[in-house]
Each structure stands twice: as C-alpha cells, then as structure tokens.
C-alpha cells in the first residue's frame, strides 16, 4: 500500500516479500539453478465466504470423523485459508484419538498452511492469494512480549487462551446445526481453516507445502528448544532422542 505522499510503506507483508526475492536472486547468483522469487499460488475469486461447505475431521461425543461443515461467517481480523497441508501436532494425538465423549465438536490440531482466500475488512497482514504459515502461537508485534523481543511469550495467544476458558467462537457448523469450534481457535485438519491474522506468516518462496507447513509448530519448537529452554555451549555434546520433525527442528 503508498502513502498518500506516494512513498511505499513499509510493512511486515513487504519486509518478508523484500526479503525473499533478496535471497532467491543470491542462490541464482551462486548458479544454484534454484528457482528464486515469489512465486505464489493464484488468488481464488470465491465469492462469498459465508455458508461455504468443506470437509474436515471432527472430534464430537466419543467419535472422530471427516464430516461435511458450514463456515461460519468471519470476525473482521479473521481470515479465511483453503488448507494445502498440514502436519498434526504431537500434543493433540493423544486426545483427537481418544474415545471419551466430549461435549462440543471440535477439528484438532493447532497449526497448517495453506492459501488466503478471504480477509477480514480490518486484516493488513496478509492478501487474497497469499500463502501462509498459520502458526501455533500469534506474533502481533504489538504487546509488551513483541516488543521486548519475546514473540513466543506473544500476549495475544496467551489473553486468548487462558485455561479451561474458550476464547473463540464456532467457525462452522455441521449438517444439523451443530457448532464446531477449531482447536485452540486454529484446528487445520479440514479443507478449511480461519485463523486471526496475528497467527499468519506469508511466505514467498515455491518449496513445497508439507515442507512449509512444519514451519508452524514441530519443526519451530525442535529449533526453540535448542536456542531457547536448553542453554547450549560451543563444542557441547548433546543427544538428541528422536529425528522427526522436532528433533531435526533442533539439529
Ligand atoms: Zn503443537
Ligand atoms: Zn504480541
């Protein structure tokens, strides 16, 4: 977006495209053959976002199944995501598996990545046809935590999920009325997810979606672990037990 001055302002959205263009012209540079730039799905024109159907998998009672769901319309810094992958969170298994009734119907998970189809009037972050890493925890750049460079302390995550509370409210519904809710206001594990723009990283690069979409949670908390909670000195031997995506986020 310009200034009314005609200057270019400067935005997160921009600094993230800058920045990866920069460095896709320095791997072409190098003779990588690599395609650099920000090649980038197409926006999708869909019309109205509201009533739209789409498929996902619902915990409701003592079941787990895909079911077919209605969107619900959006809060105005809301934005409406078509999946491309996802990568379920270890945290969640446990509980998406279980056979327990539980009272509301809820798609698990709390990470994906996919393709902005629609934004809230009040969104800035992101635009239509922009692919996004929806993360775990929110980065809005603006709370105490943000500021003092602790992001991962980010208080909108944290004000937004206090314990036993429910924050969000449904983003679809099924055939019959019922209300879903997204797991911890992201779910992922349905052809549709909404998530508040504070959640959403664009990215501008073409690796592949299931590469970027472990950006949002495992591989990110394997790379935290290893810089944040263990304090590491050059020349340490360390173990690391499992090579999954955690484990390799830390290597
Ligand atoms: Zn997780
Ligand atoms: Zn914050």
């Known amino acids: 977006m310009d200034t009314p001055n005609g200057k270019r302002q400067l935005t997160r959205r921009r600094v993230l495209k800058t920045g990866a263009t920069a460095l896709g012209g320095g791997a ?10 920000a090649a980038q799905a197409p926006a999708i024109t869909t019309g109205t976002q509201t009533g ?9 009672d003592a079941t787990l199944d895909v079911q077919e769901m209605r ?11 078509r999946s491309l992958a996802v990568a379920p969170c270890y945290t969640i298994v446990r509980g998406a598996l279980a056979t ?3 009272r509301r119907a809820e798609v698990p998970n709390h990470c994906g990545f996919g ?24 980065q809005c750049g603006q709370c105490y935590q943000c500021l003092h460079g602790r992001p991962d302390y980010c208080q909108f995550t944290f ?30 594990m349905s052809e549709v ?4 723009e504070e959640y959403c990283v664009p990215v501008f690069t073409d690796l592949p979606a299931a590469q970027l979409t472990l950006l949002g949670d495992q591989l990110a908390s394997g790379f935290a672990a290893g810089h944040a909670d263990m304090v590491f000195q ?17 290597v």
Do not use: W
């Open 28 to 37: 072409l540079a190098l003779g990588s053959g690599a395609a650099g730039g």
């Open 52 to 60: 739209r159907t789409f498929r996902g998998l619902v915990r409701h």
């Open 71 to 81: 969107l619900l319309p959006i809060d105005p810094r809301q934005v409406v995501i």
């Open 100 to 102: 327990n009734p539980i």
């Open 115 to 138: 393709v902005v189809e629609a934004i809230g009037p009040m969104v800035k972050r992101v635009q239509v046809g922009d692919r996004v890493v929806v993360a775990g925890t929110s």
């Open 159 to 188: 004000f937004s999920n206090p314990p036993g509370v429910e924050p969000f409210a449904p983003f679809a519904q099924l055939r019959d009325g019922t209300p879903v809710y997204a797991q911890a206001g992201i779910g992922g």
């Open 193 to 196: 997810m909404t998530a508040f």
């Open 234 to 250: 050059p020349g340490s031997d360390v173990v690391i037990f499992g090579a999954g995506p955690v484990g390799l986020g830390a």
